[in-house]
């Protein structure tokens, strides 16, 4: 049974709406889950939210609705939606952290720009220069937009 105010993977929630053979499903045909399209992979992480009631789901051409079970005291993660985690977690982190340091070196540029001086960058700033400069180009953009 799917609760609100839970995390599912998109393949439990498949089964849970009775399709046959859901893992066939995923990536073959449309895949959408309560509004939520582009789904390729069984591991999909979808969170349902605590004021849902019933949740549409549609694959190719057919379209299933599940009612949702009153939501948990506490937020509920599925054994598959933890799997999923566990086995992303440590490579998004490493993601998010690269992100942050490389909008670091974007915002040392523009401050060099708007102070009209050199950036100069230091030690590991030199490997994200290229990437941090896309993000200035963008945000010059959309300043002259």
């Given at each position: ?8 993977t ?10 046959e ?47 949702i ?17 566990e086995a ?58």
């Amino acid at each position: 049974m799917i609760k609100s105010n839970a995390k599912y993977t998109a393949l439990e929630i498949l089964t849970e709406a009775g399709f046959e053979n859901p893992e066939k499903l995923i990536g073959k045909f449309r895949v959408v889950i309560g509004g939520i399209s582009g789904i390729v992979k069984p591991d999909h992480v979808i969170r349902i939210s605590p004021e849902t009631t019933e949740l549409e789901v549609l694959a190719g051409v057919e379209v299933k609705t599940i009612v949702i079970e009153k939501e948990a005291e506490e937020a509920e993660v599925s054994v598959g939606a933890k799997e999923v985690s566990e086995a992303r977690g440590p490579e998004l982190i490493a993601k998010a952290e690269h992100n942050q340091a490389v909008k670091q070196v974007a915002r040392k540029i523009m401050e060099a720009e708007k102070n009209k001086s050199e950036f100069t960058p230091r030690g590991a700033e030199a490997d994200l220069v290229e990437e941090a400069t896309v993000i200035v180009e963008q945000h010059a953009k959309l300043k002259t937009k």
